[in-house]
């Protein structure tokens, strides 16, 4: 009809796992499964969709740069991170968060610098 602006999809998830963008786009965040819910508002009828979905993360932890291996340059990168001076990337941020505890701070920083220093410590 004209004139008439159709509405927009709305996206949304509780889970833990996963974050959506206003345009739907999934932003892994942590390996495991989600609930997707899709609302379609209309003006009659509201039509609401949920979809699992499985999430998969790929890499390893400690390894910001993504080339295979945990190095100094890795652990630059999450020291510059904790600091304020950059912001990582999705992927970057699952990688820097090696105790797993859902944030980069001074003690992945901490377990990185051992890790890369030949201390034994397991990322």
């Known amino acids: 009809m004209y004139g008439t602006k159709k509405a927009e999809p709305v996206y949304d998830s509780e889970s833990k796992n996963i974050s959506i ?6 932003i892994p965040k942590k390996a495991g ?7 379609l508002p209309e003006t009659e ?4 969709y949920s979809f699992n979905i499985s999430v998969t993360i790929n ?3 400690g390894d910001l740069n993504n080339d295979g291996k945990v190095t100094m ?6 020291v510059q991170s904790v600091s304020g001076r950059n ?3 999705n992927q970057e941020n ?5 105790d797993e505890n859902g ?4 003690r992945d920083a901490t377990r990185l610098l051992y890790f890369v220093s030949g201390r034994n410590v397991n990322l």
């Open 21 to 26: 963008t206003s345009d739907g786009k999934i």
């Open 33 to 39: 499964t989600a609930i997707v819910k899709v609302t």
């Open 45 to 48: 009828n509201t039509k609401e």
């Open 59 to 61: 890499g390893l932890r």
């Open 73 to 78: 340059s890795d652990l630059v990168k999450c």
């Open 87 to 89: 912001t990582l990337t």
């Open 94 to 98: 699952w990688a820097a968060d090696v």
């Open 103 to 106: 944030k980069v701070d001074i």
